[in-house]
T-cell receptor, first 116, second 109 residues
Framework: DGGITQSPKYLFRKEGQNVTLSCEQN?????MYWYRQDPGQGLRLIYY???????QKGDIAEGYSVSREKKESFPLTVTSAQKNPTAFYLC???????????????FGEGSRLTVL | QQPVQSPQAVILREGEDAVINCSSS?????VHWYRQKHGEAPVFLMI?????EQKGHEKISASFNEKKQQSSLYLTASQLSYSGTYFC??????????FGKGTRLSVIA
């Protein structure tokens, strides 16, 4: 079955440590995204990538880094520079849109990060 | 800019109808609607494109007023399974979606 796989589902981290969240998709989608979800805040865009080896910052990129070396993979690193990293992180993908706007987003199950 | 959703929360009895609104301060190309159940990933409901056709489920439909930069989601004869948080996402061109803060819908028997 095609879909998006995020791992780990739950992660605990000590302050000052970097952590990498995995996101893999087998939908052959060109575009991939990382959103952060906090209670009552909706989904906020961290980074997105529309093509391999290229990515752009979203609204809240500070303290995060990404790479897009392969079409199917878009890992997110939460660095120690992120002041408040405890949150639910969602990875998504979509087909590229040549007509403007965006296509339907397919989401992974999410990774819940807790900083102790 | 983040679109504004209203109401923030609503409680319905089974069979009742509900309307969730989404408004933006920017000209919109598309509006998406997603539903998220607690602890799960958001699931796509429908997309409304500027000047395009609308898609939707049986008892869930939506409208898109391009001039007012607003969209409304209509839930008819609600079922227990409709419970969850509904998010609208807006795009103003070839840009990623910006999501609202969500509307929590609870359907009770």
């Amino acid at each position: 079955d095609g879909g998006i796989t995020q791992s780990p589902k739950y992660l605990f981290r000590k302050e000052g440590q970097n952590v990498t969240l995995s996101c893999e998709q087998n939908l052959n989608h060109d575009a991939m995204y990382w959103y952060r979800q906090d209670p009552g805040q909706g989904l906020r865009l961290i980074y997105y990538s529309q093509i391999v080896n290229d990515f752009q910052k979203g609204d809240i990129a500070e303290g995060y880094s990404v790479s897009r070396e392969k079409k199917e993979s878009f890992p997110l690193t939460v660095t120690s520079a992120q002041k408040n990293p405890t949150a639910f992180y969602l990875c998504a993908s979509s087909t590229a849109s040549s007509t403007g706007g965006t296509r339907e987003l397919f989401f992974g199950e999410g990774s819940r990060l807790t900083v102790l | 800019q983040q679109p504004v959703q209203s109401p923030q929360a609503v409680i319905l009895r089974e069979g009742e109808d509900a309307v969730i609104n989404c408004s933006s301060s920017k000209a919109l190309y598309s509006v998406h609607w997603y539903r998220q159940k607690h602890g799960e990933a958001p699931v796509f409901l429908m997309i409304l494109l500027k000047g395009g056709e609308q898609k939707g489920h049986e008892k869930i439909s939506a409208s898109f007023n391009e001039k007012k930069q607003q969209s409304s989601l209509y839930l008819t004869a609600s079922q227990l399974s409709y419970s969850g948080t509904y998010f609208c996402g807006t795009a103003s061109g070839n840009t990623p979606l910006v999501f609202g803060k969500g509307t929590r819908l609870s359907v009770i028997a």
